[in-house]
Nanobody, 123 residues
Framework: QVQLVEAGGGLVQAGGSLRLSCAVSGRALSDYGMGWFRQAPGKEREFVAAISRSGDTTGFVDSVKGRFTISRDNAKNTVYLQMNSLKPEDTAVYYC????????????????WGQGTQVPVSS
């Protein structure tokens, strides 16, 4: 059974930075493409970023391009989301997810999900 555990969330001021991590256990991280998603209060969950199994390919939602980066360390079985220049509209619960056969933004194609970590951004 694959388990994903996010960490690194917490209150941050607008303009600040946070690095979220997602630790994967049960299978090798290299078996999975990974994604980060977020759900703001009262809104649907949305795609934020994705990284391919090798790490060679990444993608982002337009609203975070240039501010967020996604990376992975397969040796540590951990995926990261570095978030810079945070804005109040980035406030959300952030989830990581894993997919064996897909790379991209489609949530339904992800097989495993973490429990989420909260990121409130104050103005």
């Amino acid at each position: 059974q694959v388990q994903l555990v996010e960490a690194g969330g917490g209150l941050v001021q607008a303009g600040g930075s946070l690095r979220l991590s997602c630790a994967v256990s049960g299978r090798a991280l290299s078996d999975y493409g990974m994604g980060w998603f977020r759900q703001a209060p009262g809104k649907e969950r949305e795609f934020v970023a994705a990284i391919s199994r090798s790490g060679d390919t990444t993608g982002f939602v337009d609203s975070v391009k240039g501010r967020f980066t996604i990376s992975r360390d397969n040796a540590k079985n951990t995926v990261y989301l570095q978030m810079n220049s945070l804005k109040p509209e980035d406030t959300a619960v952030y989830y990581c997810a894993a997919t064996q056969t897909y790379y991209g933004y489609n949530q339904s194609r992800y097989n495993y999900w973490g429990q989420g970590t909260q990121v409130p951004v104050s103005s």
